[in-house]
T-cell receptor, first 111, second 118 residues
Framework: ELKVEQNPLFLSMQEGKNYTIYCNYS?????LYWYRQDPGKSLESLFV?????AVKQEGRLMASLDTKARLSTLHITAAVHDLSATYFC???????????FGTGTRLKVLA | GAVVSQHPSRVICKSGTSVKIECRSL??????MFWYRQFPKQSLMLMAT?????????EQGVEKDKFLINHASLTLSTLTVTSAHPEDSSFYIC??????????????FGPGTRLTVL
């Protein structure tokens, strides 16, 4: 059974600082997704990672995928208050179109 | 783009009544849609996979008689919560599967429906 874990679960950081969110999964997959969720809202797609070594960047966020280690990271550079949200990773199941979501990381960026 | 809508966005109902939530893919056809449930401050939990023209596939622990899913067309799936109770209060999110490239499909998510059962 595919399990997806994120850490940390909660992250409070100062503006201007850097930090990394980790997403570990338990079985083989070559599809990993990162989403942002604001309170009361649905998911906003951030990144789609489809191969080992994939790296994507958008603004202050950069995501990477290591399929051998079954690990993805979401790196935040010089955080700003607008990045405060909950971030989820989701892993595509092998041989299925299902996604299994991670536990989520609630990020709060303090001014 | 790939746009998915849900209706209603919010619904409040009395205990014992049934509620229907619609999920539509607006600019693409989706033979497969998914229904998720999210409790406050928790992750998304997959409830079922909805397949056009066939029965839905439910995840373990999800009552198929309570959460009725119908996928009658390539752009519409409905979730009916039957005899709703307060513990069914949750945020329900659907997604629709679209072919993004010849060898790749991606789920596109709706805006969610907040159900409150009194």
């Amino acid at each position: 059974e595919l399990k997806v874990e994120q850490n940390p679960l909660f992250l409070s950081m100062q503006e201007g600082k850097n930090y990394t969110i980790y997403c570990n999964y338990s079985t083989t997959s070559d599809r990993l997704y990162w989403y942002r969720q604001d309170p009361g809202k649905s998911l906003e797609s951030l990144f789609v990672l489809l191969s080992n070594g994939a790296v994507k960047q958008e603004g202050r966020l950069m995501a990477s995928l290591d399929t051998k280690a079954r690990l993805s990271t979401l790196h935040i550079t010089a955080a700003v208050h607008d990045l405060s949200a909950t971030y989820f990773c989701a892993v595509g199941g092998s041989g299925t179109y299902k996604y299994i979501f991670g536990t989520g990381t609630r990020l709060k960026v303090l001014a | 783009g790939a746009v998915v809508s849900q209706h209603p966005s919010r619904v409040i109902c009395k205990s014992g009544t049934s509620v229907k939530i619609e999920c539509r893919s607006l600019d693409f056809q989706a033979t497969t849609m998914f229904w998720y449930r999210q409790f406050p401050k928790q992750s998304l939990m997959l409830m079922a996979t909805s397949n056009e023209g066939s029965k839905a596939t439910y995840e373990q622990g999800v009552e198929k008689d309570k959460f009725l899913i119908n996928h009658a067309s390539l752009t519409l799936s409905t979730l009916t919560v039957t005899s709703a109770h307060p513990e069914d209060s949750s945020f329900y999110i659907c997604s629709a599967l679209r072919l993004t490239s010849p060898s790749y499909n991606e789920q596109f998510f709706g805006p969610g429906t907040r159900l409150t059962v009194l």
